[in-house]
């Protein structure tokens, strides 16, 4: 295998990288790839943010993976920023290669080099093998989530 390259995502990636989001049971029902008049507004949101660092892995060319590291500075733990990890996916073909761990080392990495404290992320309960996988890494289970949807 070629070399892996992280980088930060392009609107030329938008394609890849919603493929990615649907392509599977959970992003099947949410996620729309055959119109990307949403994400492009929303990508347009995200590359204006300086706080928000989504990016894609690309391997021989082909976008094979992508997440978005979001910087947050806060008042609680004396004052400590901390990053949120979110929407991590690896491209079929390349799921079990190692390039998951790759792509969240580059997160802890930037993290650190952002001046982060703490890096958390979710995982949506029914994702058991995707929880098995951040424990190996080093995230510890600490909370429970709640959302709201609007």
Known sequence: MNDLKIRRATADDLPAVVAMLADDPLGAVRESPDDLT???TAFERIEGDPNQHLVVA???GRTVGTLQ???IPGLS????TRTVVEAVRIHADERGSGLGTQLIQW???TSRELGADLVQLTSDASRTGAHRFYERLGFV???VGFKLQL
């Open 38 to 40: 949403p994400y492009r």
């Open 58 to 60: 690309e391997r021989d």
């Open 69 to 71: 590291l979001t910087l």
């Open 77 to 80: 733990r004396r004052g400590s």
């Open 107 to 109: 997160a802890v990495d």
């Open 141 to 143: 289970g600490s909370h």
